[in-house]
């Protein structure tokens, strides 16, 4: 069984940083895409950032210069690191993966962690 666990979360000011990381656990073979995804009541999910095994990044326009991801995979860890925070940052953060536990690559989500920027 593949869990994923977040952590890092939490009230921080305008302006300011805060760190996210997620950790996956569990009979995983290998693990493809790792992300970062982000949901405000109402709104869908979307996409704020994700990392190949290879270390090819993607960002949403809306974040780009201020998050940073990136990955250890021998830890099977993901991390973002968010600078500048905003009020319109404030959501809650979940983590993504594509592992595999033999042959087939299933997408996992952690349970989701709050960031709340507020003054």
């Known amino acids: 069984q593949v869990q994923l666990v977040e952590s890092g979360g939490g009230l921080v000011q305008p302006g300011g940083s805060l760190r996210l990381s997620c950790a996956a656990s569990?009979?995983?073979?290998?693990?493809?895409?790792m992300g970062w995804y982000r949901q405000t009541p109402g709104k869908k999910r979307e996409l704020v950032a994700s990392?190949?095994?290879?270390?090819?990044?993607r960002y949403a326009d809306s974040v780009k210069g201020r998050f940073s991801i990136f990955r250890d995979n021998r830890e099977k860890s993901v991390y973002l690191q968010m600078t500048s925070l905003k009020g319109d940052d404030t959501a809650v953060y979940y983590c993504?993966?594509?592992?595999?536990?033999?042959?087939?690559?299933?997408?996992?989500w952690g349970q989701g962690t709050q960031v709340t920027v507020s003054s």
């Open positions: 569990g009979s995983i073979v290998s693990i493809a895409v």
């Open positions: 990392i190949t095994a290879g270390g090819t990044t």
């Open positions: 993504n993966a594509d592992i595999s536990s033999g042959s087939v690559f299933s997408s996992y």
